[in-house]
């Protein structure tokens, strides 16, 4: 902080032309647009008038407002299901993430452990060397997952990558926090849990993030994996109505004129839905962020 | 002997201390281990298929053994040669465009004086990266509709020809790689943004002691100072050449851009998972896996000879 205080005002004193702080506000400025202005387009277009939302008249503002695209939604049984399932594979995937990641990170970061060495390679190796998909499929198949909704928890239960970074982090917890409470005779399985948890914290905030966005956004794994309508998740529904659109199209235009004047709208209002819960968290792990790849990127 | 059998109880003895003091570090690795075991390494065992002409009524100890068949059909294969290409005209365009755009990023929000300002446009910018592949794709295609999209309504306003973005295989790889900045750009200069945030600022005060303006500090201090971590960022993307994003690709392509589109790994995804033809497809991605493990090795040996970094 003191370091970015002393810029700063090392910055005032220096002399700036005025051609080249526009040439840099007005990049950056630029560059934030690009990424914001999509996202509005669609939000203002998922509440806008459905006919001028197919004359594409809407650029700037919504016009003539209208919630009738999320009314019509909340009719669409086939939403509720897949957003439901996507739900399920949030929350329980990212628990069981969370939980092996912390206690195998935890026991990979014990400086006595005797399989420490072992272990740690074996996990390292998995980060540069793979089956291919094919072979992990056939597996999946044999393990009794295909068609289950276990098939998008068991096999990517921990990713390498979080592992290695949670042990960096909590290498880097003083030896003697843990020594202590060894000494009163308290075992590994207290520990982790009354004094690396508390401490770890940060990092179990940015594992829960980097897996629960990870579960949310999935599709290929649910793609190949599940069968039955009723176990996709939300993901796999939008790319029905966003991507694959040329059969589902003649669909809804056989369903009826209300639903093909809709039909443009209920992709943005779609879209819209499946972004929102993951923009209304993101701020609140934004500090955490830094932290995270600035761990990540100290080696395995 | 005798003493041999001492020494070898002693061992045993200790193993067995070991194991006592830390049963409950085993038991916390255990779960990972046998998921490793299962899911990552299983699969590697079967790549043994890719030898076969699998079939799963048989079985991987039933099929019968065709030695490099499967090779040598992909190899005389005239998609071999495409799919090849595509990998690396694909990745190298995306190395080269999108690995220069968050230095520049960094280095010019860096000037950004304004701190409200700077933190508004980080979080804009770190946006994207969170969203998924399918609505990134959705984005694309709803606005380089050629139709309704907007970027064609803004060319047909300025007098152009609409142009079919998503069925012309000339603008597969541009629109690929563009999507791609755009996604990762913010999130990608976080790193460049922490090694700027360690430079000391010493450094900035003697080179303003000896006149430099704010671009010569630029290109002077804060360029030679991340230049360490900016070239562990190249060597990393390197090695990780292979691994294009084949999720996003699946979603983007179709017949008619197959032709600059089509990559190594959605073609053994096609031949694999489609058609069902595991044999052939485990073969082609082994072939792949192979080709990315030398990249990689390459990558690291020449990455430990120049900065002195190295990732294994």
Known sequence: MRKAESRKKHHLRSNNSMASSILIYGVVIFAA??????????????????????RRNVWVYPIKPTLMAYQELLHESEVFVAYGNTLWYTVVGTVLNVVFTVAAAYALSVKSFCLRRGVSLFITITMFVSGGIIPLYIVVCKTGLYNSRW??????????????????????????????????????????????????????????????????????????????????PVQLYLRDILIADAASNTQQAATGNAKTVLYEELKFANIVITVLPITIIYPFFQKYFVQGVMVGSVKG | MVRQGVCGKARKNRLWADVRRDKYLILMVLPVVAVFLIYNYL????????????????????????????????????????VIRNTFVISFTDLILGWPVPIIFALFLNEVRNVYLKRVIQTFSYLPHFISVVVVVGMLKIFFSPT?????????????????????????????????????????????????????????????????????????????????????????????????????????????????????????????????????????????????????????????????????
């Not at chain 1, 509005?40 to 939302?53: H, K, L, Q, T």
């Not at chain 2, 010569?216 to 060597?235: C, E, G, Q, Y």
Request: hydrophobic letters at 45%.
């Open chain 1, 33 to 54: 647009l690009i990424t914001i202005y999509p996202f509005y387009y669609v939000i203002i277009n998922s509440f806008s008038d459905p006919y001028e939302v197919l």
């Open chain 1, 151 to 232: 098939s998008l928890i068991i096999p990517t239960l921990v990713s390498a990558y979080n592992l290695i970074i949670a042990r960096s982090y909590m290498e880097s917890i003083p030896y003697e926090l843990t020594e202590s409470a060894k000494l009163d005779g308290a075992n590994d399985l207290t520990i982790l849990c009354r004094i690396i948890v508390p401490v770890a914290k940060p990092i179990i905030a940015l594992l829960a993030i980097y897996y629960a966005v990870g579960h949310w956004n999935e599709y290929f794994a649910p793609m190949i994996y599940l069968k039955d309508r009723e176990l996709k």
């Open chain 2, 43 to 82: 699969p590697m065992l079967w790549n043994i298929i890719s030898f076969e002409k699998y079939s799963i009524r048989k079985g991987i100890f039933g099929s019968k053994w065709v030695g490099l068949e499967n090779f040598e059909r992909f190899f005389s294969s005239p998609y071999c040669w495409r």
């Open chain 2, 148 to 312: 309704s999209g907007v970027v064609n309504e803004i060319i047909k306003k300025c007098g152009g020809e609409p142009i079919p973005f998503l069925s012309s295989a000339n603008c597969f790889v541009w629109l690929y790689v563009f999507s791609g900045i755009w996604q990762n750009f913010g999130w990608d200069s976080i790193i460049y943004f922490s090694a700027i945030s360690s430079i000391d600022p010493e450094i900035y005060e003697a080179a303003v002691v000896d006149g430099a303006g704010r671009w010569r500090k630029m290109f002077n201090v804060t360029l030679p100072s991340i230049a360490p971590t900016i070239i562990t960022m190249l060597i990393l993307r390197v090695g990780w050449l292979m691994s294009v994003g084949f999720e996003k690709i699946i979603l983007m392509y179709n017949e008619a851009t197959y032709e600059t589109a089509d990559v190594i790994s959605t073609y053994v995804y096609r031949v694999g998972l489609l058609n069902s033809d595991f044999s052939y497809g485990t073969a082609i991605g082994l072939f792949n896996c192979l080709i990315s493990l030398v990249l990689l090795v390459g990558a690291n040996a020449i990455s430990r000879r120049l900065t002195d970094t190295s990732i294994f």
